[in-house]
Nanobody, 114 residues
Framework: QVQFVETGGELVQPGGSLRLSCSAS????????MGWYRQAPVKQRDLVAT???????YYVDSVKGRFTISRDNAKNTVYLQMNNLKPEDTVVYYC????????WGQGPPVTVAS
């Protein structure tokens, strides 16, 4: 059974930084393209960033230049480094596969406020 455990969410001031981690189990992690997603209350879950099995990355425009996705295949972990955080980044973040989705984890809430 594939499971994702995301950690790292907390309260941070605008302009601050956070690093989210997502540990995956039950899958051959290195062969999967992975994504970070986020969801605000009563809104759909949207893709934020993708890292392909090749190591190539993709970002949505709203986070380009501020967020960096990376992966450590030896640790079955994908990371999201978030810099220059803005209040509108205040949502719950999730990781999952990019092309193949599995059950969603709990998702760490990120709050950006003074």
């Amino acid at each position: 059974q594939v499971q994702f455990v995301e950690t790292g969410g907390e309260l941070v001031q605008p302009g601050g930084s956070l690093r989210l981690s997502c540990s995956a189990s039950g899958m051959v992690f290195s062969g999967y393209s992975m994504g970070w997603y986020r969801q605000a209350p009563v809104k759909q879950r949207d893709l934020v960033a993708t890292i392909f099995s090749s190591g190539n990355t993709y970002y949505v425009d709203s986070v380009k230049g501020r967020f960096t996705i990376s992966r450590d295949n030896a640790k079955n972990t994908v990371y999201l480094q978030m810099n220059n955080l803005k209040p509108e980044d205040t949502v719950v973040y999730y990781c999952n596969g990019y092309r193949v989705k599995y059950d969603w984890g709990q998702g760490p809430p990120v709050t950006v406020a003074s």
